[in-house]
């Protein structure tokens, strides 16, 4: 029997993540295994945080290939590889905000408008919930990186608080003082925005 055909099996079977993880250091049908176990949650969570389907596919694309190349160097640390992987994302995340905060900043915005005046629609009969995510992704997106990857982590991603901390290379009381932080900024971000609106 091969490796690629005993792998799923010994994943149901139990064995660990972590002799998975060490085995896909060397092994692309190991590798191919934790892609098929986290393809899903790792889209997910780039879908909830950008509420895009081409943003998502394009940071879960580029997360399993810096994955990938980074798994020869991978060690294995307090959250596994499920931290280690989800703070890749996270990271991919932010770097695309970064890199698409020129067009969607105040100059890019009113070049968009002088380019399309008509595309430009104002209701303001109440906000619903697709537009409350708008406004938290854009409010998130202008928070410093580490404040965006803990509540990244800790509430889109749904890791738990050792997970998260594990991703973010702190400790757990370190993750907390950040969340909290975090939180409060972004807080005053989106009622920044909501009182600019």
Known sequence: MSLAASLPMLV???VDERGLADAARTSPDAFAVLYR???????????????????AEEVTSATFERAWRAMPAFQWRGGGFKAWLFAIAARELAGWYRRNARGNGVRGQRALRLLHPGDVVHDDEGVDSEDDMALLRDALSTLPE??????SLRHLAGLDADEAAAAMG???????????????????AIESRRTAS
């Open 12 to 14: 149901v079977d139990g």
């Open 170 to 188: 702190c400790t757990k009381a370190v993750l907390a003082v950040t969340l909290h932080r975090a939180t409060k900024a972004l807080r005053r």
């Open 146 to 151: 580490r404040y965006q990857e803990a509540i």
């Open 37 to 55: 176990q986290y393809v899903a949650r790792v889209h997910a969570f780039a879908y909830r945080r950008s509420g895009s389907r081409e943003v």
